[in-house]
């Protein structure tokens, strides 16, 4: 007995429903007692009587829904009705939620994601006024530096204040032991340029040294006012306390002003992006002027850095949030897509119950239901099968959005604030509507069952056709990249990183280099150590136009200009294609790149620089790796030893057939030694760090390919229900076409064709739809096409065989 | 709903067969059906699955009213009796009956 006919039955206990137990019960003795006197056994007689009067369950059932239209048009009554009817379904309920659960909770999860970052405004005060500044040089986008950053706030009058900010892993020193923690240096006045101020204690003035702020999340980790923290060589008075939105996501919980040396970094470096408040009054415009104004100056006063620079103020939320844009909006797309079809499968199969709804229908309005009252019925039963899917969707859309946050946190570290919030939760509630609705005006529909079906089925497998066709898209573009050569040999390579603070001598880091080749090259079995300044494919490169000795016209284009050891080339296994590696004082290697690009593949003996004094004599050329991603080809490249660039955030890269755990205990110790400031940051073997690499492309791929692999499930789903109900509906006419000569093949064929057409339909609608929208390649949407296609006819197989092998006597006696 | 049941045929024809039967007396379902189907000489036959929906419904409308009472057997069993609506929409619905008939036996030259 169900919860709603409890309640009903303890409000209204002389209900309908007793009463017609007790009428029926009458009726039937009565009744049995014609048939005992017309000469049956008492036993005969009830039976008789009983059959006559039919189901006697059914009955009272018709009755009670009768009492539940005319005398309390309820909702608890009409959600009475409708849970029975969708209990007495259980798999079509079960389906239904599941994959109203997937649509939504996968929606909800893209949905917070894209509210939070895209669509709101950055949750800090005044976030209209807050841009930043993009330096550009010849049409490419650089990275400022605090000179830069120092002139912007002073020459253009809308600004208030300029700042920025960049991270940094530094050793903190924790009774006795020595942890690495992210912190953010800021350049000028970070807080007050977001528009915050501490809750607690007092803000520092950007040339204040050895103070420290904590975000109100880093107070609970690092301490309070007052507290001294042991950060690298020096110690933190920490001053006053943030909100953590200071952080913008980032997980970093101590704030402290930029070293001098940073502060005072050359007008060449560039490793700042310049944050920008506008004073209250300033527009937008007048604020552009003024800074394209300022860009031409700073050309003026500084031509060796700044000479033809423009500027662009950029609205910050775009450009913090411009790396995750694109893959969020495609994949809302895309989950939106799926949603759809998802609904139209619903419909579908809901449509598929209509033909045991019609005689109920015409039960109902017999009994005395308005046409109201049933579409209603039909409401309620949409809603709450959407109800239900909203609750299940919910959980899917906490997993899912645990999933995204994983796959973007590399790449985008304010994702870790996005929330499932009131607001999100609408959404999914206004989605739930939306299911409900739809799916109450197709079951109202007084459409033929057969077209509303083909209908939705041709709407579902065009959009799944658009779905499999960015699925291929994208699986291909990732196989691509995966199948490009690397330029070495990740295998048996281990990469411990050595963190330094960027303010330490050039010659300190020499010499951890040093020790650090001779202790870890020392380790058993350790075959070779290598030092680089940045690993292969993790982006970022110092780079510079090189003067090239000899060479008439300038190098327009930035190279790369890196640091390694001479063991590095060895150990990567990237080869030496002439002359020597890396050795001697003020000599360098180049990529073949650069080689074949400025020499004619003749470097040797030539000399390069990277700021026209200095100059090195090229002694190799080494197989190009490529840096940036797998994307982009190997760029020219310039190796420099360690002796001559300095650069304090080190890979050491172990070859060994050791596994990480095993080296580690005995790396972490040699390091503590190795500079007082230098810290282990973890060790991995080579190939998993290049895997982080790929993640976020790699769980796209796999979110759309599940996305589309569900649509396929979905089409094969919808065309089996509709095929299925299509050839039992022609039952009859099979019946008559097998009497009168068609052979088996003949039937099966012409159901299948009929397949074919909603396939061959669906697919002149998707594909000019796809070639339209540019975003998917002809050739994915041929193949989504044909896998659409195939999936199609598969759906059909089984209903079709089954039409075929009807025996035409039994066809014919159906009705 | 309202009054716009004509257009079904069967409805209305049972409506009218269960007020006229319950008009002069109180009878419960039994007795109703066995009645409509004795009166006719066996020619119509009131399912169950008929009679009870359609007698709760008129009892909806208000053409009808039922209390529970005893048999001569002194059993316990629902009667049904017309009310004055009832009696009103008996009325009109004979009438309106009665002129469709004439209507047909003209037309079809049976008059």
Redesign the interface.
């Known amino acids: 007995m169900s919860i709603f006919r409890r309640l009903y039955a303890s409000i209204f206990p002389d209900s309908?429903r007793t009463?017609?137990e007790?009428?029926?019960a009458?009726?039937v003795?009565?009744?049995a007692d014609?048939y005992i006197a017309q000469g049956m056994s008492p036993r005969e007689a009830q039976l008789r009587a009983r059959r006559?009067?039919?189901n006697v369950a059914?009955?009272q059932e018709?009755?009670g829904n009768?009492?539940l239209f005319?005398?309390l048009e309820g909702f608890a009554n009409d959600a009475r009705v409708a849970w029975r009817r969708l209990r007495r379904s259980p798999v079509f309920l079960a389906t239904s939620v599941f994959l109203l659960a997937f649509g939504i909770g996968v929606n909800t999860a893209i949905f917070s994601v894209v509210d939070h970052l895209l669509l709101r405004p950055l949750p800090l005060p005044n976030p209209d006024r807050l841009y930043v500044v993009e330096e550009y040089v010849e049409g490419k986008i650089r990275n400022s530096n605090p000179a830069r950053l120092a002139d912007w706030a002073a020459r253009v009058e809308s600004f208030e204040r300029t700042a920025s900010t960049y991270g940094e892993t530094i050793g903190l020193d924790d009774n006795g032991s020595r942890r690495g923690v992210q912190v953010m240096r800021m350049v000028g006045d970070w807080p007050a340029v977001l528009g915050l101020s501490p809750v607690e204690g007092r803000s520092i003035s950007p040339t204040e040294d050895n103070v420290a702020l904590l975000t109100r999340s880093g107070a609970a980790r690092f301490g309070k006012i007052g507290s001294k923290l042991r950060l690298g060589e020096e110690i933190f008075e920490v001053v006053g306390i943030l909100p953590d939105e200071v952080a913008l996501g980032e997980e970093v919980g101590i704030l402290t002003p930029a070293p001098r040396s940073v502060m005072n970094a050359s007008r060449r470096a560039g490793f700042l992006t310049v944050a920008a408040r506008l004073r209250p009054n300033a527009t937008l415009a007048a604020a552009t002027a003024q800074a394209e104004a300022a860009a031409q100056s700073m050309g003026k006063d500084h031509p060796e850095t700044d000479r033809g620079m423009t500027v662009k103020l950029v609205d910050a939320q775009a450009a913090w949030t411009s790396d995750i844009r694109k893959s969020a909006w495609m994949l809302q797309g895309a989950s939106m897509l799926l949603l759809i079809i998802t609904i139209a499968n619903l419909a579908a199969l809901l449509a598929a119950r209509t033909k045991d709804r019609e005689r109920e229908t015409r039960?109902r309005?017999?009994?005395?239901?308005?046409k109201w009252s049933i579409v209603r019925l039909h409401m309620v039963e949409a809603g709450l099968v959407s109800l239900l899917g909203c609750f299940a969707a919910a959980g899917v859309a906490v997993l899912g959005l645990k999933y995204l946050q994983n796959a973007f946190a590399n790449q985008f570290a304010a994702i870790s604030i996005v929330t499932i919030d009131a607001r999100v939760f609408t959404f999914v509630l206004a989605l739930g509507l939306v299911a409900t609705l739809l799916c109450t005006a197709i079951m109202a529909s007084r459409r033929s069952l057969g077209m509303r079906a083909s209908a939705l089925v041709v709407i579902e497998a065009s959009l799944g056709l658009l779905l499999v066709a960015a699925a291929f898209g994208i699986a291909k573009e990732f196989a691509d990249r995966q199948s490009r050569p690397l330029g070495f040999a990740p295998q048996n390579l281990l990469v411990a990183r050595v963190d330094m603070p960027w303010s330490v001598d050039n010659s300190d880091i020499e010499q951890v280099i040093d020790r650090g080749l001779e202790q870890f090259g020392a380790l058993p079995g350790v075959m070779s150590v290598a030092v680089v300044d940045r690993l292969p494919l993790g982006g970022g490169t110092q780079s510079a136009k090189p003067v090239i000795r000899g060479r008439q016209e300038p190098v327009t284009e930035e190279v790369g200009f890196r640091m390694a050891t001479p063991t590095y080339f060895a150990t990567m296994t990237i080869p030496i294609l002439a002359g020597n590696g890396l050795g001697e004082k003020d000599t360098v290697v180049v990529n073949d790149v650069l080689s074949r690009r400025y020499f004619d593949g003749n470097p040797i003996g030539r000399y390069i620089s990277n700021d026209g004094k200095k100059f090195f004599r090229i002694a190799g050329v080494v197989g190009g790796v490529r840096t940036e991603s797998k994307n982009k080809e190997a760029m020219p490249e310039v190796w420099l030893s360690y002796r001559d660039w300095a650069w304090p955030k080190l890979e050491f890269i172990l070859s060994t057939s050791q596994p990480a755990s095993a080296l580690a205990p005995s790396l972490r110790r040699l390091v503590t030694q190795l500079h007082a400031s230098a810290l282990l940051d973890d060790v991995t073997p080579l190939q998993q760090r290049l895997d982080k690499v790929d993640l976020e492309p790699r769980r796209g791929r796999d979110m759309l390919a599940l996305f589309g692999f569900v649509a396929l499930c979905l089409v094969i789903a919808g065309v089996y229900g509709v095929m299925a109900g299509e050839s039992l509906r022609r039952t009859r006419e099979m019946g008559i076409r097998l009497a009168i000569g068609a052979t088996p093949t003949n039937i099966f064929g012409l159901i299948l064709k009929q397949a074919l057409k909603l396939a061959a339909i669906s697919l002149v609608i998707a594909i000019p739809l796809g070639l339209y929208s540019g975003q998917l390649e002809p050739r994915m949407l041929i193949y989504a096409g044909l896998a659409i296609a195939t999936a199609i006819a598969f759906a059909a197989l089984w209903p079709a065989w089954r039409a075929a092998r009807i025996a035409p006597a039994t066809a014919l006696r159906t009705e | 709903?309202a009054a716009t049941s004509k257009n079904?045929g069967l409805?209305g024809a049972l409506s009218l067969l269960i007020l006229k039967t319950v008009a002069h007396r109180a009878l419960?379902?039994?007795a109703i059906?066995?009645q409509i189907q004795r009166i006719s000489d066996d020619l119509l036959r009131v399912?169950?699955?008929?009679l009870?929906?359609a007698l709760?419904?008129l009892e909806?409308?208000g053409l009808i009213q039922s209390e529970w009472g005893l048999t001569e057997t002194n059993?316990?069993?629902?009667f049904y009796q017309i009310t004055s609506a009832g009696q009103k929409r008996l009325d009109q619905e004979l009438d309106s009956y009665r002129r469709i008939q004439r209507g047909i036996s003209l037309v079809l030259g049976e008059a």
């Not at chain 1, 309005?365 to 308005?370: V, Y």
């Open positions: 309908v009463r017609a007790e009428e029926a009458f009726h003795d009565m009744k014609d006559d009067f039919g059914m009955m018709e009755t009768r009492d005319l005398s039960i309005s017999f009994l005395g239901a308005t | 709903m079904d409805q419960h379902g039994y059906a066995s399912e169950e699955g008929s009870y929906p709760h419904r909806q409308e059993r316990k069993a629902r």
